[in-house]
T-cell receptor, first 115, second 107 residues
């Protein structure tokens, strides 16, 4: 399996809901990432996990809560989101964080709409 | 501060014409540079990286440290090259993306 998969593909939620996004890879990669992408904009980094530990949090509001249960899985828990959080959420993975290992492979994304 | 600049939001060419998508970076260290492409309704994917010095789908990019540039070139554009192209700077732990250039290739 040489792909990053994300579920669900689409998600609509109210501002009081709690939901989770899921990302999975079976390439043996040790680094995983969450990005947020607004329409016609580049991806913005949210979180980086390295060897299942949170490495970077780019000052993301606490209504977004990442979780890395094991080396293949990455979750993003959502709670009390705002309409401006509506975006495409991308997951990526890489073999490592440096040099030849840092090429990132992206999932197809989850399109989130917050009402 | 580390930064990636793609000055053109949109580049339109006819099929068979040469293409150059510009990318400039600001970084004091030794850069790792990438070009990612996003075709319509497809995931963001790596096109090429400077360290591998290869040609993918006819595209090449040369790192020019003097001009701090990593422009993407193709001698003869094809309609299937129409997509969003992002230049990215690789730092330890993260990628910094440019704002992207949409390439439109007309028949």
């Amino acid at each position: 399996d040489t792909e990053v998969t994300q579920t669900p593909k689409h998600l609509v939620m109210g501002m009081t809901n709690k939901k989770s996004l899921k990302c999975e890879q079976h390439m043996g990669h040790r680094a995983m990432y969450w990005y947020k992408q607004k329409a016609k904009k580049p991806p913005e980094l949210m979180f980086v996990y390295s060897y299942e530990k949170l490495s970077i949090n780019e000052s993301v509001p606490s209504r977004f809560s990442p979780e890395c249960p094991n080396s293949s899985l990455l979750n993003l828990h959502l709670h009390a989101l705002q309409p401006e959080d509506s975006a495409l959420y991308l997951c990526a993975s890489s073999q490592g964080l440096r040099g030849d290992e840092e090429t990132q492979y992206f999932g197809p994304g989850t399109r989130l709409l917050v009402l | 501060a580390q930064r990636v600049t793609q000055p053109e939001k949109l580049l339109s060419v006819f099929k068979g014409a040469p293409v150059e998508l510009k990318c400039n970076y600001s970084y004091s260290g030794s850069p790792e540079l990438f070009w990612y492409v996003q075709y319509s309704r497809q995931r963001l994917q790596l096109l090429l990286r400077h360290i591998s010095r290869e040609s993918i789908k006819g595209f090449t990019a040369d790192l020019n440290k003097g001009e701090t540039s990593f422009h993407l070139k193709k001698p003869f554009a094809q309609e299937e090259d129409s997509a969003m192209y992002y230049c990215a700077l690789g730092l330890t732990d993260k990628l910094i993306f440019g704002t992207g250039t949409r390439l439109q290739v007309f028949p």
